[in-house]
């Protein structure tokens, strides 16, 4: 893929897909987007009182929604085991130019060693932060089943890449979620709800972030 960095409305970059008319995050702000749908409306909602948090991530992309989670994680001194599922993962020279962590504050190079380590893997990043990239694509994950207490689900939009809404996928994620587990998501197409009421999570809409009305929680 052509990308092309884009600094958005707070300041944090997002990445333009040339020839596809999307952007990897809201143009309206990167940070700030993910901090809304994916924090804030996702792992704040089911932490309580927890030890430890599994969490499965599809569309790792830019690795903004892993280095939030690992900040919040960090700061609640609470265990995360976090895999996130990628087929096209980002080249050196777009990642070590990315933002986040100069506009975050973060000191240590927490966001370069969340793309540097070994695919596959489960690697510790720090104290209480694990993480697995799986290099494959959604159609082909393997997960475990009743595993996960949270579900982040960032794949391009459904009418720029369909497949990756389609309901088997939807299917498998369910079967790898905890009873009272949720997933969050930017999309409340018509026929992304209807595919999640069929398969059994019940549905939420909240409000989103600048630039988007509304957002999807889901719990199974």
């Not at 143009?27 to 749908?37: C, K, L, N, P, R």
């Not at 096209?88 to 990315?98: Q, T």
């Not at 793309?115 to 475990?144: G, T």
């Not at 630039?211 to 999807?216: A, D, F, N, T, V």
């Amino acid at each position: 893929m052509d990308l092309k960095f884009v600094i958005t409305e707070d300041g944090s970059h997002t990445l333009a897909v040339s020839g596809m008319n999307e952007h990897y995050h809201s143009v309206h702000g990167a940070i700030s987007e993910s901090q809304h749908i994916f924090i804030n409306a996702g792992l704040k909602h089911v932490i309580d009182k927890k030890q430890k948090i599994n969490i499965l991530e599809i569309g790792f992309g830019t690795g903004l929604n892993a280095l939030l989670t690992l900040i919040e994680t960090s700061k609640l001194e609470i265990s995360c085991e976090y895999t996130a599922i990628e087929a096209y993962p980002l080249a050196e020279d777009i990642y070590n130019n990315l933002n986040y962590q100069e506009l975050l504050n973060i000191q240590d190079d927490l966001f370069l060693k969340i793309h540097q380590c070994e695919w596959n893997k489960n690697i510790n990043i720090s104290k209480n932060f694990n993480l697995q990239k799986k290099y494959c694509q959604a159609q082909k994950m393997i997960l475990a089943s009743n595993h996960f207490d949270l579900v982040y689900f960032d794949a391009f939009a459904p009418d720029i890449q369909p497949e990756m809404w389609d309901r088997e996928i939807f299917e498998n994620i369910f079967l790898s979620m905890k009873k009272g587990a949720i997933l969050t998501t930017y999309s409340t197409k018509g026929e992304v709800k209807r595919k999640l009421k069929e398969i059994g999570f019940a549905i939420e809409k909240l409000k989103g972030p600048k630039g988007k009305r509304e957002i999807l929680r889901a719990e199974k």
